[in-house]
Nanobody, 120 residues
Framework: QVQLVESGGGLVQAGGSLNLSCAAS????????MGWYRETPGKQRELVAG???????NYADSVKGRFTISRDNGKNTVYLQMNSLKPEDTAVYLC??????????????WGQGTQVTVSS
């Protein structure tokens, strides 16, 4: 059993900052790529940022230059530093990780989501 637990969401004014974190725990042999997605009612879930186990990153065009993804491999934790937040960043942010449990194949796991609300 693998769990992803997110924290750090909340309400912030436009231009403000938030830092999300997501820790993977449980039966883990290796954590591969990790990432953050977001979803809003009526819109498809979109990738916000991803990071490989080696530290290579990619970002959605809408957040480049404002958001930074990082990870601590020793803690199986991924972070998302969000600066210069805009009302359009309002969404539920979900953590995703490709995890290999012992003696089993890798698969995707999801966190429960954390609400980020940016007021204008």
């Amino acid at each position: 059993q693998v769990q992803l637990v997110e924290s750090g969401g909340g309400l912030v004014q436009a231009g403000g900052s938030l830092n999300l974190s997501c820790a993977a725990s449980g039966s883990i042999f290796r954590v591969n790529a990790m990432g953050w997605y977001r979803e809003t009612p009526g819109k498809q879930r979109e990738l916000v940022a991803g990071i490989t186990s080696g530290g290579h990153t990619n970002y959605a065009d809408s957040v480049k230059g404002r958001f930074t993804i990082s990870r601590d491999n020793g803690k199986n934790t991924v972070y998302l530093q969000m600066n210069s937040l805009k009302p359009e960043d309002t969404a539920v942010y979900l953590c995703n990780a490709d995890v290999k449990p012992p003696w089993r194949s890798s698969r995707d796991y999801w966190g429960q989501g954390t609400q980020v609300t940016v007021s204008s």
